[in-house]
């Protein structure tokens, strides 16, 4: 028996022999190692470093000793326990070297000595002990007598055959069952810590316990953990590769032992199918295009060599070889050969020894590791163990060919587009505020006909909120450009080889980030009736019903529309890759859907709906402002141009919310200003009502400060209530060694979100009847709650705040909570579960049974001693009775057992009742272990109510957000918002005194910053300001601050002005600048005009236009020509608000006495002294600037003086070529007009025309 359990253990996973009868043999001389103690010798000589350092708060190595209570047992098996938290780390477990199926000892005879068999203690067949390699400094050496009961372990293979959960790790004797708080990344950095403490440690011997101890060999010690903080290097995105080169090793990492292989010498560096000679699954080469880049072709020769659990390693690898696969292996996750690599150079983890490369990390720390793969642009794959070995042997009972290992199976992967919050993870952390999207995107492109058709799908995998979409676009992808600079798209997913080339270029600028994934035409990325097809199968909307946004694509019978094909395409998509992901139920099961139009495709339809009214006249009716991903970039909206942060950005001067579904909400209405008078009106009254009132804003602060992200952790319970999850998904069978830690993130997510509401009903209890009172009809109905009514649907854009509190007080009342957030397991009370009410009710009806039934066999026997014995299950309830009162035994007792004096029995009776009674225990177990998922799902069945509580909250946060703006920043003033019909003869106009651009004033100061005005379309002044002026003047900033205003007065804000007037816009265009797009193959003068181009073909008559320098990218006559037909179309057609800045001094000439053009430059004090010496005064003032004074700026430059004078000799004989020229044009124009006027005469005008011919002879020849 002991040698057959031996052998079962040893060659668990040691790899297939190639030599008939060698793995017996031996299996055979390994056996007498339990009995003879040279298992304990063989585990010491893995190490003989002294790890002295203790551990904070969990520890990492188990203790194995032998459990007294299992000794009856014959099965071998090691019971794992904590390990006292001042002892120290061994190194890792000689069984990782089989499961690798190398060894880092030398082969050495087993010798068998006499005096160890003396002095060793007796051992049970079948018990296996395994020796700890530590001596920890604050510990004394001990006799051998009393060092046996210290025998511990790294940690235990998974594959050892346990009996229960305490043996199993999962108990309460968990190896990390010493925290008693969860572990913050602080706390992972502490055990850094100290794992580097103990590589810089130089090696010790192990004292000796027992004389007769075989020698070992010294093994440097290993580490699972990365060095300290300080020693940590910061890594940048490198892009993830499956494999090294062997050539070109990791250039960083954390110090290697001189013992231990170091990166690019490991076996995987030098195999040629991983490299040169690399396939996919299905054979293909990297330049096939079938080729998969995901797959890999193993080939079967170098998988007979693996041993089982590495092939089952490499088999998951082959289909996952864009991923890191964290792989478990007991209660740690183990990282081999390419994957090793990465763990090495980005998460600092320390290679094992060996030629086989391999790290890893226990099983808690799996959330800090995963997020800075994630972090950094990886995938990772967690495998889990989903099978024990008991299960193992049931299932290879059935089996025909004996399986060698237990089942794993991949229960996640994550990517930054996919970074969904599962119960591995720490709470929800409130840094990360911003919504990140994963992007499905399905091009039609006919190249004759220049025309581009795109389906889109959109999701924020955080919130499960899902944005589908289709839309024409124009050959520049004017309208994606937009759509990627209002989300942060951090994924793509498109089809292989369906994508233009013009299209992959404004992906690869629009979101040079993100990470891709291409994948196969109908097989990955479905069409899309397949992926009706799909939805219908897995039931995504079987609970909710079809989203409105979904069925905006379809017929009546779920036919997709010809204008529906691309974007359920697109859907197709992406529900194919969050499937790969595993999160495809979680998502799309909250039916959170909405449209995702266009912003130019709303004003177009808004447009068409005006009927029998003007362009010029017809007032506005589209909802929302266009921003395009020109203008948000040009006035740096979410981000500013130096490096691309938030720093300085408008939304940065803007935002002062306090939640982070505020946050979200806030860059909604950021990039959405409104466009409808009233709406602008309302919310700018609130702002003004809240910006009076500064303690009530900080009361509403204070409370909305201690609300977590309720939006977020919606979806998380959404996940975790959910049945599919709970009975389907891989992590339902996932074996882990933590449960309990997770049982408590879980509770304890769960009460911050009661917590949080409980928060919010005060919030309208103390606040709410303030509100009430106010002016401002939003501020009257944003707390204002309402009865929860079926078939009631209150508009929550208005505020009607739902009333929850029936519904907290149930969920309050429904468990112990602290209870349950101190074990991790909700018992619930009373009327809450039924089936957990009938299995309790059962068990109650069973156990007075009983008792009568014990009165009865007391009264029949005459005998009060009578009682019942017995604990375990199947001998409870055993009625122990004196064999005094057993004169006349009744013929149904049956012996059951027996101590001196008493007769235990069993009855008929007691046989029913225990049968009953186990049914109930067992039903009731059921109930409770599904406990926290029924109570979660329980919650999430008024997902629709929670939702709009949160949406109220988030719209209080942001008016509190602008009214702090208006209060605190100093002069800020409110916006008057008018009709242009009602206030200035129909015509569109702007009127802002003493403007200061926001985020300038904020970076430089606002005492440091010049106002100017801006005045546009009034009386007096034109629709359009031509403004010149010297370089660096401030020409830029002023047409930038104009925008910068009207886009705040029409979010709903006060504006830095000392007033500001205005009708609404429709739309901003910026032309400003033009960066050469080299990789494009687009010049400076093709920007210039692409972007003009869009500005001429969609500006309305509301619309503001700013252009900067238009022409620069060509020659000067052909640059003037070009900016004077454009101001011309500019002011004739479309008559918009324009504000032009140029250095074409003949074209300002053209529009001196043009009442539609008000001429303007910035001011500037020339040195009287030295005319190269200016002084800018960044102040705008009335007509035309005489020079650009491009000589002054070259100065300032610090140009080398002898380039300035050759500059300046050639301006002046420039300047003075250009004005003969002019005086010559002029006279060539208007004799050109008399001309015209001498042709239009007839016959009467031939001797003027001949004296006019003569006169142009004359001009030809000067």
Same mark, same amino acid.
């Given at each position: 028996?002991?040698?057959?359990?031996?052998?079962?253990?040893?060659?668990?996973?040691?790899?297939?022999?190639?030599?008939?009868?060698?793995?017996?043999?031996?299996?055979?001389?390994?056996?007498?190692?339990?009995?003879?103690?040279?298992?304990?010798?063989?585990?010491?000589?893995?190490?003989?470093?002294?790890?002295?350092?203790?551990?904070?708060k969990? @520890?990492?190595?188990?203790?194995?000793?032998? !459990?007294?209570? *299992?000794?009856?047992?014959?099965?071998?098996?090691?019971?794992?326990?904590?390990?006292?938290?001042?002892?120290?780390?061994?190194?890792?477990?000689?069984?990782?070297?089989?499961?690798?199926?190398?060894?880092?000892?030398?082969?050495?005879?087993?010798?068998?000595?006499?005096?160890?068999?003396?002095?060793k203690?007796?051992?049970?067949?079948?018990?296996?002990?395994i020796?700890?390699?530590?001596?920890?400094?604050?510990?004394?050496?001990?006799?051998?007598?009393?060092?046996?009961?210290?025998?511990?372990?790294?940690?235990?293979?998974?594959?050892?055959?346990?009996?229960?959960?305490?043996?199993r790790?999962?108990?309460?004797?968990?190896?990390?069952?010493?925290?008693?708080?969860?572990?913050?990344?602080?706390?992972?950095?502490?055990?850094?810590?100290?794992?580097?403490?103990?590589?810089?440690?130089?090696?010790?011997?192990?004292?000796?316990?027992?004389?007769?101890?075989?020698?070992?060999? %010294?093994?440097?010690?290993?580490?699972?953990?990365?060095?300290?903080?300080?020693?940590?290097?910061?890594?940048?995105n490198?892009?993830?590769?499956?494999?090294?080169?062997?050539?070109?090793?990791?250039?960083?990492?954390?110090?290697?032992?001189?013992?231990?292989?170091?990166?690019?010498?490991?076996?995987?560096?030098?195999?040629?199918?991983?490299?040169?000679e690399?396939?996919?699954?299905?054979?293909?080469?990297p330049?096939s295009?079938?080729?998969?880049p995901?797959?890999?072709?193993?080939?079967?020769?170098?998988v007979?060599?693996?041993?089982?659990?590495?092939?089952?390693?490499?088999?998951?690898?082959?289909r996952?070889?864009?991923?890191?696969l964290?792989?478990?292996?007991?209660?740690?996750?183990?990282?081999? /050969?390419?994957?090793?690599?990465?763990?090495?150079?980005?998460?600092?983890?320390?290679?094992m020894?060996?030629?086989?490369a391999?790290?890893?990390?226990?099983?808690?720390?799996y959330?800090?590791?995963?997020?800075?793969?994630?972090?950094?642009?990886?995938?990772?794959a967690?495998?889990?163990?989903?099978?024990?070995?008991?299960?193992?042997?049931?299932?290879?009972?059935?089996?025909?060919?004996?399986?060698?290992?237990?089942?794993? @199976?991949?229960?996640?992967l994550?990517?930054?587009?996919?970074?969904?919050?599962?119960?591995?993870?720490?709470?929800?952390?409130?840094?990360? =505020?911003?919504?990140?999207?994963?992007?499905?995107?399905?091009?039609?492109?006919?190249?004759?006909?220049?025309?581009?058709?795109?389906?889109? &799908?959109?999701?924020?995998?955080?919130?499960?909120?899902?944005?589908?979409?289709?839309?024409?676009?124009t050959?520049?992808?004017?309208?994606?450009?937009?759509?990627?600079?209002?989300?942060?798209?951090?994924?793509?997913?498109?089809?292989?080889?369906?994508?233009?080339?013009?299209?992959?270029?404004?992906?690869?600028?629009?979101?040079?980030?993100?990470?891709?994934?291409?994948?196969?035409?109908?097989?990955?990325?479905?069409?899309?009736?397949?992926?009706i097809?799909?939805i $219908?199968?897995?039931?995504?909307?079987?609970?909710?019903?079809?989203?409105? *946004?979904?069925?905006?694509?379809?017929e009546?019978?779920?036919?997709?529309?010809?204008?529906?094909?691309?974007?359920?395409?697109?859907?197709?998509?992406?529900?194919?890759?969050?499937?790969?992901?595993?999160?495809?139920?979680?998502?799309?099961?909250?039916?959170n859907?909405k449209?995702?139009?266009?912003?130019?495709?709303?004003a177009?339809?808004?447009?068409?709906?005006?009927e029998?009214?003007? *362009?010029?006249?017809?007032?506005?009716n589209?909802?929302?402002?266009?921003?395009?991903?020109?203008?948000?970039?040009?006035?740096?909206?979410?981000?500013?141009?130096?490096?691309?942060?938030?720093?300085?950005?408008?939304?940065?001067?803007?935002?002062?919310?306090v939640?982070?579904?505020?946050?979200r909400?806030?860059?909604?209405?950021?990039?959405?200003?409104?466009?409808?008078?009233?709406?602008?009106?309302?919310?700018?009254?609130?702002? @003004?009502?809240?910006?009076?009132?500064?303690?009530?804003?900080?009361?509403?602060?204070?409370?909305?400060?201690?609300?977590?992200?309720?939006?977020r952790?919606?979806?998380?319970?959404?996940?975790? +209530?959910?049945?599919?999850?709970?009975?389907?998904?891989?992590?339902?069978?996932?074996?882990?060694?933590?449960?309990?830690?997770?049982?408590?993130?879980?509770?304890?997510?769960?009460?911050?979100?009661?917590?949080?509401?409980?928060?919010?009903?005060?919030?309208t209890?103390e606040?709410?009847?303030?509100?009430?009172?106010?002016?401002?009809?939003?501020?009257?109905?944003?707390?204002?709650?309402?009865?929860?009514?079926?078939?009631?649907?209150?508009?929550?854009?208005?505020?009607?705040?739902?009333?929850?509190t029936?519904?907290?007080?149930?969920?309050?009342r429904?468990?112990?909570?602290?209870?349950?957030?101190?074990?991790?397991?909700?018992?619930?009370?009373?009327?809450?579960?039924?089936?957990?009410?009938?299995?309790?009710?059962?068990?109650?009806?069973?156990?007075a049974?009983?008792?009568?039934?014990l009165?009865?066999?007391?009264?029949?026997?005459?005998?009060?001693?009578?009682?019942?014995?017995?604990?375990?299950?199947?001998?409870?309830y055993?009625?122990?009775?004196?064999?005094?009162?057993?004169?006349?035994?009744?013929?149904?007792y049956?012996?059951?057992?027996?101590?001196?004096?008493?007769?235990?029995?069993?009855?008929?009776?007691?046989?029913?009742?225990?049968?009953?009674?186990?049914?109930?225990?067992?039903?009731?177990?059921e109930?409770?272990?599904?406990?926290?998922?029924r109570?979660?799902?329980k919650?999430?069945?008024?997902y629709?109510?929670?939702?709009?509580?949160?949406?109220?909250?988030?719209?209080?946060?942001?008016?509190?957000?602008?009214?702090?703006?208006?209060?605190?920043?100093?002069?800020?003033?409110?916006?008057?918002?008018? *009709?242009?019909?009602?206030?200035?003869?129909?015509?569109?106009?702007?009127?802002?005194?003493?403007?200061?651009?926001?985020?300038?004033?904020?970076?430089?100061?606002?005492?440091?910053?010049?106002?100017?005005?801006?005045?546009?379309?009034?009386?007096g002044?034109?629709?359009?300001?031509?403004?010149?002026?010297? !370089?660096?003047?401030g020409?830029?900033?002023l047409?930038?601050?104009?925008?910068?205003?009207?886009?705040?007065a =029409?979010? #709903?804000?006060?504006?830095?002005?000392?007033?500001?007037?205005?009708?609404?816009?429709?739309?901003?265009?910026?032309?400003?600048?033009?960066?050469?797009?080299?990789?494009?193959? =687009?010049?400076?003068?093709?920007?210039?005009?692409?972007?003009?181009?869009?500005i001429?073909?969609?500006?309305?008559?509301?619309?503001?236009v700013?252009?900067?320098?238009?022409?620069? +990218?060509?020659?000067?006559?052909?640059?003037?020509?070009i900016?004077?037909?454009?101001?011309?179309?500019?002011?004739?057609?479309?008559?918009?608000?324009?504000?032009?800045?140029?250095?074409?001094?003949?074209?300002?000439? @053209?529009?001196?006495?043009?009442?539609?053009?008000?001429? #303007? /430059?910035?001011?500037?004090?020339?040195?009287?002294? !030295?005319?190269?010496?200016?002084?800018?005064?960044?102040?705008?003032?009335?007509?035309? &600037?005489? %020079?650009?004074?491009?000589?002054?700026?070259?100065?300032?430059? %610090?140009?080398?003086?002898?380039?300035i004078?050759?500059?300046?000799?050639?301006? $002046?004989?420039?300047?003075?070529?250009?004005?003969?020229?002019? /005086?010559?044009?002029?006279?060539?124009?208007?004799?050109? =007009?008399?001309v015209?006027?001498?042709?239009?005469?007839?016959?009467?005008?031939?001797? %003027?025309?001949?004296?006019?011919?003569?006169?142009a002879? !004359?001009?030809?020849?000067?």
């Amino acid at each position: 028996m002991k040698q057959k359990t031996q052998s079962s253990l040893l060659n668990f996973f040691s790899p297939p022999s190639s030599e008939g009868g060698s793995s017996k043999k031996k299996n055979a001389a390994a056996a007498p190692t339990s009995s003879n103690g040279s298992s304990k010798k063989k585990a010491g000589t893995k190490s003989e470093t002294k790890l002295g350092s203790t551990r904070k708060k969990i @520890e990492f190595s188990p203790k194995l000793k032998r !459990n007294p209570a *299992a000794k009856e047992k014959e099965a071998a098996h090691v019971e794992m326990e904590d390990v006292d938290k001042a002892s120290g780390v061994g190194s890792k477990r000689k069984a990782y070297e089989d499961f690798l199926g190398t060894s880092s000892e030398e082969d050495e005879p087993i010798k068998t000595s006499k005096t160890t068999k003396e002095e060793k203690p007796k051992k049970r067949a079948g018990k296996i002990v395994i020796e700890d390699d530590d001596d920890s400094d604050d510990e004394p050496a001990a006799p051998a007598s009393r060092r046996k009961s210290k025998t511990t372990t790294r940690n235990v293979v998974e594959e050892w055959e346990q009996d229960s959960p305490e043996e199993r790790g999962d108990g309460e004797e968990s190896e990390f069952s010493g925290a008693e708080e969860e572990l913050s990344d602080d706390d992972i950095d502490d055990l850094v810590d100290e794992e580097s403490e103990e590589e810089s440690k130089p090696p010790k011997k192990r004292r000796k316990s027992a004389p007769a101890a075989t020698k070992t060999k %010294k093994v440097a010690s290993k580490s699972f953990l990365s060095p300290p903080p300080a020693a940590k290097k910061k890594w940048g995105n490198s892009t993830p590769t499956s494999s090294t080169k062997k050539s070109a090793p990791l250039a960083d990492g954390p110090a290697l032992p001189s013992s231990v292989a170091g990166a690019g010498n490991h076996i995987h560096d030098s195999l040629p199918w991983l490299h040169e000679e690399r396939r996919d699954i299905n054979g293909n080469t990297p330049d096939s295009p079938d080729y998969d880049p995901r797959t890999l072709k193993i080939p079967p020769e170098f998988v007979k060599k693996e041993t089982p659990a590495m092939v089952q390693w490499w088999e998951v690898k082959s289909r996952n070889m864009d991923t890191v696969l964290f792989f478990k292996v007991g209660k740690f996750y183990e990282l081999f /050969h390419m994957d090793a690599d990465i763990g090495f150079k980005e998460l600092n983890l320390i290679y094992m020894k060996g030629d086989k490369a391999h790290s890893g990390f226990p099983e808690i720390a799996y959330s800090k590791m995963s997020s800075q793969l994630v972090a950094k642009g990886y995938r990772v794959a967690r495998v889990e163990q989903t099978e024990t070995p008991d299960m193992l042997k049931v299932r290879n009972s059935s089996l025909a060919k004996k399986a060698k290992v237990v089942r794993r @199976e991949v229960c996640s992967l994550l990517s930054i587009g996919t970074n969904t919050v599962s119960f591995l993870d720490a709470p929800i952390s409130s840094q990360d =505020q911003v919504s990140k999207y994963l992007l499905a995107l399905k091009e039609a492109f006919d190249a004759t006909q220049k025309s581009v058709r795109f389906g889109v &799908c959109m999701v924020d995998c955080s919130t499960g909120a899902f944005q589908l979409s289709e839309f024409d676009d124009t050959e520049q992808r004017d309208r994606l450009k937009t759509m990627f600079a209002q989300f942060h798209v951090v994924e793509i997913v498109t089809e292989r080889f369906n994508i233009s080339d013009d299209t992959k270029m404004v992906l690869k600028h629009a979101a040079p980030g993100a990470i891709r994934s291409s994948l196969r035409v109908g097989k990955e990325f479905w069409d899309a009736s397949k992926a009706i097809d799909e939805i $219908e199968r897995a039931g995504y909307f079987k609970e909710h019903g079809w989203p409105g *946004a979904v069925l905006y694509f379809l017929e009546m019978d779920k036919v997709v529309k010809s204008e529906g094909q691309l974007a359920i395409s697109a859907l197709g998509g992406c529900i194919w890759h969050l499937r790969r992901c595993l999160i495809d139920h979680e998502l799309l099961s909250l039916c959170n859907f909405k449209r995702y139009k266009p912003s130019d495709e709303e004003a177009r339809e808004a447009r068409a709906n005006r009927e029998a009214m003007s *362009a010029a006249k017809a007032e506005l009716n589209q909802q929302y402002v266009v921003l395009d991903s020109q203008t948000i970039q040009n006035l740096e909206v979410l981000c500013n141009s130096f490096n691309g942060s938030r720093s300085g950005a408008l939304i940065d001067i803007m935002d002062k919310t306090v939640t982070s579904f505020g946050r979200r909400m806030f860059q909604e209405w950021v990039l959405k200003p409104l466009c409808k008078i009233g709406d602008i009106q309302e919310r700018l009254d609130a702002v @003004e009502e809240l910006g009076t009132s500064g303690d009530l804003m900080m009361e509403i602060r204070e409370f909305l400060r201690k609300l977590p992200d309720l939006e977020r952790l919606l979806s998380r319970i959404h996940a975790l +209530g959910s049945a599919y999850r709970s009975k389907e998904h891989p992590d339902s069978r996932a074996i882990m060694y933590e449960s309990q830690i997770y049982n408590v993130r879980k509770i304890k997510d769960f009460l911050a979100v009661l917590n949080g509401f409980d928060e919010a009903m005060n919030l309208t209890l103390e606040l709410g009847p303030r509100l009430s009172q106010s002016n401002s009809p939003i501020l009257q109905s944003l707390l204002k709650r309402y009865a929860i009514e079926d078939g009631v649907q209150p508009d929550v854009n208005r505020g009607h705040f739902p009333d929850l509190t029936e519904k907290l007080e149930f969920f309050k009342r429904s468990f112990d909570q602290a209870s349950a957030k101190k074990s991790g397991v909700i018992v619930p009370q009373a009327g809450i579960d039924p089936e957990f009410d009938a299995a309790c009710a059962e068990i109650a009806e069973v156990e007075a049974e009983l008792a009568d039934y014990l009165s009865e066999q007391r009264s029949a026997l005459r005998c009060r001693q009578i009682s019942y014995w017995g604990k375990k299950k199947e001998d409870r309830y055993q009625l122990e009775v004196p064999e005094s009162a057993l004169s006349k035994q009744p013929k149904e007792y049956e012996l059951k057992s027996r101590k001196k004096g008493y007769k235990r029995f069993h009855t008929p009776t007691i046989r029913a009742l225990l049968k009953r009674l186990a049914t109930a225990e067992e039903q009731k177990e059921e109930a409770l272990k599904d406990q926290t998922r029924r109570i979660f799902h329980k919650f999430d069945e008024d997902y629709k109510y929670w939702m709009k509580a949160v949406q109220c909250l988030a719209v209080l946060d942001c008016l509190v957000s602008l009214g702090l703006l208006s209060s605190q920043s100093e002069g800020y003033t409110k916006p008057e918002v008018v *009709a242009a019909s009602a206030a200035n003869d129909g015509k569109p106009f702007i009127d802002i005194e003493e403007g200061v651009h926001p985020c300038v004033a904020a970076t430089y100061g606002s005492g440091d910053f010049i106002p100017n005005d801006a005045q546009l379309g009034i009386q007096g002044k034109g629709q359009m300001v031509l403004l010149s002026g010297p !370089n660096m003047g401030g020409k830029s900033t002023l047409l930038r601050q104009t925008c910068v205003l009207t886009l705040m007065a =029409q979010i #709903g804000s006060f504006v830095p002005a000392a007033k500001c007037r205005l009708s609404p816009v429709d739309r901003i265009f910026t032309r400003i600048g033009a960066s050469d797009r080299i990789l494009a193959g =687009q010049s400076t003068l093709f920007v210039e005009l692409a972007e003009t181009a869009t500005i001429l073909n969609h500006a309305t008559s509301h619309s503001l236009v700013i252009l900067d320098e238009l022409g620069r +990218g060509t020659s000067t006559f052909d640059g003037t020509a070009i900016a004077y037909s454009v101001v011309e179309h500019l002011l004739s057609d479309i008559q918009c608000r324009t504000m032009f800045a140029t250095h074409y001094h003949s074209l300002v000439e @053209e529009y001196v006495e043009d009442d539609r053009v008000s001429l #303007g /430059h910035m001011g500037c004090i020339v040195d009287p002294e !030295n005319e190269r010496k200016v002084t800018f005064l960044y102040k705008l003032e009335d007509g035309m &600037c005489p %020079k650009s004074y491009g000589i002054n700026v070259a100065m300032l430059a %610090k140009l080398p003086d002898e380039v300035i004078e050759c500059a300046a000799k050639k301006s $002046e004989q420039f300047e003075r070529s250009l004005q003969a020229n002019s /005086h010559t044009e002029l006279e060539n124009i208007r004799l050109a =007009q008399k001309v015209r006027e001498v042709l239009a005469e007839g016959e009467a005008g031939i001797d %003027k025309l001949k004296q006019l011919w003569e006169q142009a002879r !004359n001009a030809i020849r000067a």
